[in-house]
């Protein structure tokens, strides 16, 4: 397994048990994050607070939530991560789904690495 997989791995464990101060471990002060669904940039963020922030909302989405790794595409700067997600509401979404639904998506996470940093992290549903 290489370093980069570790922390991936270490990131993905942290963010199925709602471990936000592991999940940052790894992070650049300076990271970005971005979520893009349906080919959609539906947010972008930059700082570590930012993401603090943002990952402390989100965790009161669900009532679990769990990423799988499925393979692994390493590039020279970069990790692309193929991922099941499976996901339970812990509220009613205005979209209409309703706490205690299921949500199980296939994406990916594109992590790129700078000093054995995670600098950008891009999720793609």
């Not at 692309?80 to 994406?107: C, R, S, T, W």
């Amino acid at each position: 397994m290489t370093e980069r997989e570790k922390i991936i791995r270490n990131y993905i464990d942290a963010y199925n048990k709602f471990d936000i101060a592991k999940m940052v471990v790894d992070l650049d002060e300076n990271v970005v994050f971005e979520n893009v669904t349906n080919h959609e940039k539906n947010m972008s963020l930059k700082g570590i607070k930012s993401f603090i922030e943002q990952a402390e909302q989100a965790k009161d989405y669900f009532s679990e939530r769990t990423q799988t790794i499925k393979f692994f595409i390493h590039r020279p700067n970069e990790s692309e991560v193929e991922l099941d997600y499976h996901a339970i509401l812990a509220n009613d979404f205005p979209n209409g789904m309703k706490k205690g639904d299921e949500l199980n998506l296939q994406g990916k996470s594109i992590f790129t690495f700078s000093g054995g940093k995670i600098i950008k992290l891009v999720d793609i549903s």
